[in-house]
């Protein structure tokens, strides 16, 4: 499934093309998702064997894609791009610019964390 949907990648739009390594990354990163998200609503649905395979799954397309940040690791990235971002505005960072510290920290994880959580971590270190 995952080589299919690198194959549909490479042919979306108007040319074929070839994938960059940071774009197969995307891709395998979705495919994750995918799995992460089949699995829990099979576990909510009473259906334990089929939450198994997805997960199954997912361990493997885990194996072709860097290891995650850990939790201090996401919270240091969070906290540099945060004073960063007091730095140049010099002074306080607000909820208004959520989007732009997120956006700094999704460019350094690149791939490495899933999105909701850097913006749940990025959300707490303003509030």
């Given amino acids: ?10 042919v979306a739009g108007d040319e074929a093309r070839e994938l960059s390594d940071s774009e197969v990354q995307a891709v395998l990163n979705r495919e994750v998702a995918k799995r992460r998200d089949s ?4 576990t909510a649905g009473n259906r334990p064997e089929l939450a198994q395979k997805e997960l199954a799954e997912l361990e ?7 290891a995650a940040l850990t939790e201090d690791e996401l919270d240091q990235i969070v906290a540099e791009e945060v004073s960063k971002a007091a730095e140049q505005l010099g002074g306080e960072v ?3 610019q959520m989007g732009q510290v997120i956006k700094a920290v999704n460019a350094r994880t690149a791939g490495r964390a899933v999105g909701s959580v850097v913006a749940a971590k ?6």
Avoid at 1 to 10: P, S
Avoid at 39 to 42: I, K, M, N, V
Avoid at 122 to 127: F, I, P, T
């Fill in 1 to 10: 499934m995952a080589i299919a949907a690198v194959k549909t990648e490479q």
């Fill in 39 to 42: 699995a829990e609503a099979y």
């Fill in 60 to 66: 493997v397309l885990q194996r072709y894609l860097p």
């Fill in 94 to 96: 607000t909820m208004r």
């Fill in 122 to 127: 990025v959300k707490a270190a303003l509030a």
